[in-house]
T-cell receptor
Framework: AQSVTQLGSHVSVSEGALVLLRCNYS??????LFWYVQYPNQGLQLLLK??????LVKGINGFEAEFKKSETSFHLTKPSAHMRDAAEYFC????????????FGAGTRLFVKA | NAGVTQTPKFQVLKTGQSMTLQCAQD?????MYWYRQDPGMGLRLIYY???????DKGEVPNGYNVSRLNKREFSLRLESAAPSQTSVYFC????????????FGQGTRLTVV
């Protein structure tokens, strides 16, 4: 069963518009959720993580995500897109199956139009 | 501040050739991982190692072997490369625990012709 599902492989927004990237997780996994960003020709870097301290999590570069247990969602938002936000974004969860391992969603590529 | 270092950055192999991808981390992390990234597939876990001396299969282990040489190093070997193994490979490491982030290398772009 897929642990995390990202809706939309590509999202396109205009500069200054709201960014919304969707992630739903399997209710059978513990809610240790992450968003990573990958800029072209680079490895992934952490954007933010949910650790149960607060449902609204703030990350770097103005991004935030809200954990909603009732909807099994952890969507990523940013009020105003900037050209430098163009990248691929991955939702991820940590599973404990005899060792902790990070499982990633398929990714959403964000395009920002001038 | 090196973090996770992968070598090589690029490689072209002929079908049937073998090679080893090297990975080293300097953060004293117990867990290390190998992922492959393909368009539309996200990152898929090949193998991981929860501690020195242990390795476990991930989602797509067929055609690969790994060695956790010591706490710092985790290598990935392709014994007989196939075109289906053309991909970008990432090594990552993390500390123990459920809410710890993974740190990634810059990736190895492998083409098998």
């Amino acid at each position: 069963a897929q642990s995390v599902t990202q809706l939309g492989s590509h999202v396109s927004v205009s500069e200054g518009a709201l960014v919304l990237l969707r992630c739903n997780y399997s209710s059978s996994v513990p809610p240790y959720l992450f968003w990573y960003v990958q800029y072209p020709n680079q490895g992934l870097q952490l954007l933010l993580k949910y650790t149960s301290a607060a449902t609204l999590v703030k990350g770097i570069n103005g991004f935030e995500a809200e954990f909603k247990k009732s909807e099994t969602s952890f969507h990523l938002t940013k009020p105003s897109a900037h050209m430098r936000d163009a990248a691929e974004y991955f939702c991820a969860v940590i599973l404990n199956t005899g060792g902790f391992k990070t499982i990633f969603g398929a990714g959403t590529r964000l395009f920002v139009k001038a | 501040n090196a973090g996770v270092t992968q070598t090589p950055k690029f490689q072209v192999l002929k079908t049937g050739q073998s090679m080893t991808l090297q990975c080293a981390q300097d953060m004293n992390h117990n867990s290390m991982y190998w992922y492959r990234q393909d368009p539309g597939m996200g990152l898929r876990l090949i193998y991981y190692s929860a501690s020195e001396g242990t390795t476990d299969k991930g989602e797509v282990p067929n055609g690969y072997n790994v060695s956790r040489l010591n706490k710092r190093e985790f290598s990935l070997r392709l014994e007989s490369a196939a075109p289906s193994q053309t991909s970008v490979y990432f090594c990552a490491s993390s500390d123990d625990g459920r809410n710890t982030e993974a740190f990634f290398g810059q990736g190895t772009r492998l083409t098998v012709v």
